[in-house]
């Protein structure tokens, strides 16, 4: 099954504002992609808004059962890149939300 990426990005600063736009504008593309387990790509943010990004990502991934739905937060193209693979095959991974620093797994 494709891993489907989607890009919840250039949403507000404010958590309140972002959560309003991603459900008015990101939910339904991620409904449409139901059938496929799928990964939701947010830009980095303060602390505001961890809680509406796990709930959406846990309320999706109920409703997609058994495909599984995941967030990823920030990072290098390259670690995003490295995590979306991780999770394609991790079969018992949904409704997480990682944070990739873009450092991660660089020597000294």
């Known amino acids: 099954m494709a891993l489907v990426r989607i890009e919840a990005r250039a949403l507000p600063d404010a958590a309140l504002d972002a959560a309003a736009a991603f459900h008015a504008r990101i939910l339904p593309e991620a409904r449409r992609a139901a059938g496929n387990d799928m990964v939701l790509l947010f830009d980095p943010a303060d602390h ?23 967030g990823v937060v920030g990072g290098g193209a390259d670690g995003v890149t490295s995590l979306c693979e991780y999770l394609h095959n991790a079969p018992g991974v949904t409704g997480q939300v990682f944070a990739v620093d873009g450092n991660s797994g660089k020597g000294d």
Request: glycine share 0%; charged share 35%.
């Open 48 to 70: 505001t808004h961890e809680t509406w990004r796990r709930a959406a990502v846990e309320e999706l991934a109920r409703e997609a059962a058994p495909c599984r739905v995941n």
